[in-house]
């Protein structure tokens, strides 16, 4: 007995000094991870002059709001580009998730004969397409997508990508399930959203956040089909003040007058800021789902 316990001990002794050896290195890699929107943050309110002449610093060396101050120069505009990109993101990503979900659903369900097919099919999307003058002729002119908001919602509203982990994670929900409901007298709908989608929340908070993501960083959609300023995204917004600042920048130094009037670098950090600012700090709040719910659906199928 008193070797059991002395065994126990040593074993408790190590299984501690693990967790805190995991632990470091874990905080380790995630201050790792942290630097870089660090020096974005640092940069943003650091003068321009002295990123060019130092470099990015690692301590801030002197405070400047001139990058903001241009970037910001009309809030109402920036504004209306926040709530164009929240409201796209907000219905495109619902509409995403649920046409993931039920497409996985779907093609999850052993008794549907033609889910290997319909498979192919969309995996086969993934490799080859018609390129992008078809693709910008059949959208502006049968779709009518030209300043239309369905030209922002619809090219994202399906991925290929979501749909096999919505079929992967869903294979692995006990057939079982849908059978006693079926006894019981269910239909389909009933099924899946009384009970395949609460046991998939993991799987749709993984989703979402890939749906948003994809939603809230699109600007290519935007400078296709898009030329009203008052539909302008976030995104394209700033890409544009970026590159009317560029622009200006170019003509100043032609015309031989300094560099450092136009705060470029520093305005870059501070869009990255402003762009991202909303969408990292959604990110902690889906985090446990997102894990869970990508590893599931990596494995499973």
Sequence with gaps: MAAQKIHRRKLGRDERAVNILGY?????????????????????????SLLIREGYPLFPKAFSLESYRLA?????????????????????????VLIATMTGYVLSRKDFVWRNRFSFFFFFTTLFSGGLVPWY????????????????????????????????????????????AKIDGANDLVIFVRLILPLSKPLIATLSLFSALAYWNDWYNCMLYITDENMFTLQYYLQRIL???????????????????IPLESMKM????????????????????????????????
């Design 137 to 180: 002729m059949m959208c502006v002119r049968y779709l009518n997508f030209k300043n239309n908001y369905l030209g922002l919602l619809l090219p994202l509203m399906f991925s290929v990508w979501n749909m096999i982990i919505a079929k992967s994670f869903m294979a692995g929900i006990p057939g079982a399930i849908s059978e006693s």
């Design 72 to 96: 910001l120069k009309n809030p109402v505009a920036i504004l209306r580009a926040y709530g164009v990109t929240f409201g796209v993101t907000l219905l495109g990503t619902m509409l995403a």
């Design 243 to 261: 590159g009317s600042a560029e622009a200006m920048r170019i003509v100043a130094e032609k015309s031989g007058l300094p560099l450092t009037s």
């Design 24 to 48: 470091v290195l874990i905080g380790l890699f995630a201050l790792v991870c942290l630097i870089p929107f660090y020096l974005i943050i640092i940069a943003s309110f650091t003068p321009d």
């Design 270 to 301: 501070a869009m990255t800021v402003i762009a991202t600012g909303p969408i990292v700090l959604l990110y902690p709040f889906v985090q446990r789902y997102f894990v869970k719910g990508l590893t599931i659906g990596a494995v499973k199928g």
